[in-house]
């Protein structure tokens, strides 16, 4: 694997629900704000449909709230929602230009999503259908994003995306050392407290360290941690 390229200065992180971000991405984005890089925040639904026994009504403003808590911890001041259906995110033309609507408008130089594969890893369980059709739209969306002549009237073209990061890769490409930030990441992870509520969150702190553990044994990079990273350079 190869260290993640740090010659860029925003990005934009964009994934189905809140907390997508907070098993392992997040640390990343600590390590990245305290480098001076200014990091975005994109959900495509509010979450509404993730807490049982919760009336969507009631679990959509608390789950944003929460989210919105968890991007601060890391150094991320900007969250966006685009309100698409929680648990029935359908991959197609709309929500392509919703994406690429935003990335007009955010213009980053980075992109970052997450596994969009159909397991989550080679023997996992099945990925959820959000997750499947967010991180391709998200691909997708860069390079529609990029031509101006494809959703003109979402704004001016983005040619700005240099890198494009797919998370929970089985075969990762890139790492970044997250070890000084691990335990933001956790800290992030912590703010979720509704969505969590019934957990053991010690289980999910691991759960995060495992997701950002390359060992040297495993054939990674020698770190504590490390978050790594399926790379699609020049996605633009």
């Given at each position: 694997?190869?260290?993640?390229?740090?010659?860029?200065?925003?990005?934009?992180?964009?994934?189905?629900?809140?907390?997508?971000?907070?098993?392992?991405?997040?640390?990343?984005?600590?390590?990245?704000?305290?480098?001076?890089?200014?990091?975005?925040?994109?959900?495509?639904?509010?979450?509404?449909?993730?807490?049982?026994?919760?009336?969507?009504?009631?679990?959509?403003?608390?789950?944003?709230?929460?989210?919105?808590?968890?991007?601060?911890?890391?150094?991320?001041?900007?969250?966006?929602?685009?309100?698409?259906?929680?648990?029935?995110?359908?991959?197609?033309?709309?929500?392509?230009?919703?994406?690429?609507?935003?990335?007009?408008?955010?213009?980053?130089?980075?992109v970052v999503t997450t596994h969009f594969g159909l397991t989550?890893?080679?023997?996992?369980?099945?990925?959820?259908?959000?997750?499947?059709?967010?991180?391709?739209?998200?691909?997708?969306?860069?390079?529609?994003?990029?031509?101006?002549?494809?959703?003109?009237?979402?704004?001016?073209?983005?040619?700005?995306?240099?890198?494009?990061?797919?998370?929970?890769?089985?075969?990762?490409?890139?790492?970044?050392?997250?070890?000084?930030?691990?335990?933001?990441?956790?800290?992030?992870?912590?703010?979720?407290?509704?969505?969590?509520?019934?957990?053991?969150?010690?289980?999910?702190?691991?759960?995060?360290?495992?997701?950002?553990?390359?060992?040297?044994?495993?054939?990674?990079?020698?770190?504590?941690?490390?978050?790594?990273?399926?790379?699609?350079?020049?996605?633009?």
């Amino acid at each position: 694997m190869h260290p993640m390229p740090e010659d860029w200065d925003t990005a934009v992180a964009v994934v189905a629900h809140p907390d997508d971000l907070e098993y392992g991405v997040a640390s990343a984005v600590a390590s990245w704000a305290r480098h001076g890089k200014t990091v975005s925040y994109l959900v495509v639904t509010r979450g509404e449909a993730g807490i049982a026994g919760m009336h969507p009504d009631k679990a959509a403003p608390l789950r944003m709230d929460e989210e919105r808590r968890s991007a601060a911890v890391v150094g991320v001041n900007l969250v966006e929602f685009l309100a698409h259906p929680d648990g029935l995110v359908e991959y197609g033309v709309p929500l392509r230009r919703d994406l690429a609507a935003a990335l007009r408008r955010l213009q980053p130089q980075v992109v970052v999503t997450t596994h969009f594969g159909l397991t989550m890893g080679d023997e996992g369980p099945v990925n959820h259908a959000d997750h499947r059709a967010v991180g391709l739209a998200v691909l997708d969306a860069c390079r529609d994003a990029a031509n101006g002549w494809v959703f003109p009237e979402t704004g001016p073209p983005c040619t700005s995306v240099r890198y494009a990061y797919v998370a929970s890769m089985a075969s990762p490409t890139h790492f970044l050392d997250v070890t000084d930030t691990i335990d933001v990441g956790i800290a992030s992870l912590r703010e979720h407290r509704a969505y969590l509520d019934g957990l053991v969150l010690q289980q999910r702190a691991v759960m995060v360290s495992g997701v950002a553990a390359c060992s040297e044994a495993g054939g990674g990079p020698g770190l504590v941690h490390a978050v790594c990273r399926g790379s699609r350079a020049g996605a633009g």
